[in-house]
């Protein structure tokens, strides 16, 4: 990535989601121009590519670490109005069809993972009718948690389950569990939106009007792998070992429990309201602050750690979606990223001396963000243990209201609020 383009994924990182959409329109047609779009590849050997630094990581972690349900997404969205369950299966599968990395497999080879692409893939979309239970919410979202429990095998797929739950005539619920090594938030967004598009074009019955992906995934990840390596990966690598050098390997927050020596994943969301003034006044600071709202809470959530912890040099990672160029922004896959930000407060600094740290690393942080969390681990080679996550243990991530989902044709949709069960950090 080249100054002026580390400068421009930073100036993108504090735009609305808005201001960031029509940017990033204009950066489409200029690296079109430009010839500067990742170039589509074919494997070889029945291989599509080497596996992702992402993919990587937690296919290792899925071969060495008992709590799997760690790394699924469940999503699932309420559905009003009368619903044709066929139609509905035929537009998942035909998004599986369309993303590569619906149907990808991932396996031990002598070049390390590997991605390897099925050519057919057929999601089976059960219909449980939960009508007859005492409660049925209860009894879809005991389900989810069923499923979520269920394995994936990577080495065979697929990566992607679904199920239609019906509540009564008009009433539904559409849930789906993936695993993380082929999706990440931003993908959901993306997932939906397809799918809608291909159930109207199936009620319709007409071919949906949706426009070639510019890659498939398996493109990123060549892509990635031919890039980030060499000098490259350590000028990169270079700012990181700086930052963190002398780190404190572990955040000793006051636990009411001894830590295992195993870490586990067992978790629960816990669900605190702020009021409208609040969130005001936050954003009002932050603006006055030359800061975005992200910079000014994480300020806060480091005074927080800091002052638990009674340590005055804490590391938290944050996420980041690792999709700076356009062509990877309509595809569903795995690009999130972490960025691992250190934040000294030894010298009992002022909020606003404080925000202006986090101000500081966050920037930084943005513009060596090419570097893959994964990686960055295997070159830094922090001490690893079991029991705790290298270089982080605690993350801080500010996303907007989750959206309405897009409506199936006929139908109304809203977000079906699932429990959560499982602890990343």
Excluded: K
Excluded at 18 to 44: C, K, N
Excluded at 254 to 281: E, I, K, M, S, Y
Excluded at 323 to 345: A, C, D, H, K, S
Aim: proline letters at 6%.
């Amino acid at each position: 990535m080249s100054a002026a383009d580390s400068e421009l994924t930073t100036r993108l990182a504090a735009l609305s989601p808005r201001q960031r959409q029509f940017v990033e329109r204009r950066l489409a047609h200029r690296d079109a121009a430009e010839g500067r779009r990742i170039p589509r590849t074919t494997g070889s050997g029945g291989f599509r590519a080497p596996a992702s630094f992402e993919q990587e990581r937690l296919w290792f972690m899925d071969r060495m670490v008992p709590f799997r349900e760690v790394y699924r997404i469940p999503t699932a969205v309420r559905v009003s109005g009368p619903l044709d369950a066929a139609a509905l299966r035929r537009a998942l599968n035909h998004v599986v069809r369309r993303h590569e990395v619906l149907r990808t497999c991932l396996v031990e080879s002598e070049q390390g993972c590997m991605e390897v692409v099925r050519d057919a893939v057929e999601i089976p979309v059960p219909l449980v009718d939960v009508r007859s239970s005492a409660d049925p919410q209860r009894a879809v979202r005991d389900g989810v948690t069923a499923d979520l429990a269920g394995a994936f095998d990577l080495a065979t797929g697929p990566m992607l389950r679904a199920t239609i739950y019906r509540l009564d005539d008009q009433e539904h619920v559409f849930a789906i569990i993936q695993h993380h090594v082929v999706s990440d938030y931003w993908s959901i967004s993306v997932l939906f939106t397809e799918i809608a598009t291909f159930y109207a074009a199936e009620l319709d019955g007409v071919d949906a009007n949706l426009p070639d992906l510019p890659v498939q995934y398996g493109d990123f990840a060549a892509w990635q792998r031919e890039t980030v390596r060499g000098e490259y990966l350590e000028r990169l690598t270079g700012y990181w070992r700086d930052h963190l050098d002398g780190a404190p390997a572990l955040l000793e927050l006051p636990l009411d429990r001894p830590r295992p020596v195993q870490r586990a994943a067992v978790g629960r969301f816990f669900d605190v309201r702020f009021g409208r003034d609040t969130v005001d006044r936050a954003r009002h600071f932050a603006r006055e602050q030359n800061a975005t709202l992200h910079m000014t809470l994480l300020a806060a959530y480091v005074a927080l750690l800091a002052r638990y912890s009674g340590q005055d040099d804490v590391v938290v990672g944050v996420p980041i979606a690792g999709r700076g160029r356009t062509e990877l922004q309509p595809l569903i896959g795995y690009f999130l990223n972490w960025l691992p930000l250190r934040i000294t407060v030894g010298d009992d600094p002022t909020f606003r001396e404080l925000l202006d740290r986090v101000r500081a690393a966050s920037l930084e942080g943005y513009r060596h963000q090419d570097v893959p969390f994964e990686a960055l681990v295997y070159e830094l080679r922090p001490e690893r243990n079991l029991g705790t996550t290298p270089i982080f243990q605690t993350s801080f991530s500010l996303r907007d209201e989750a959206p309405r989902p897009p409506g199936f044709a006929g139908t109304r949709t809203e977000n079906f609020g699932l429990d959560g069960s499982a602890s990343h950090f």
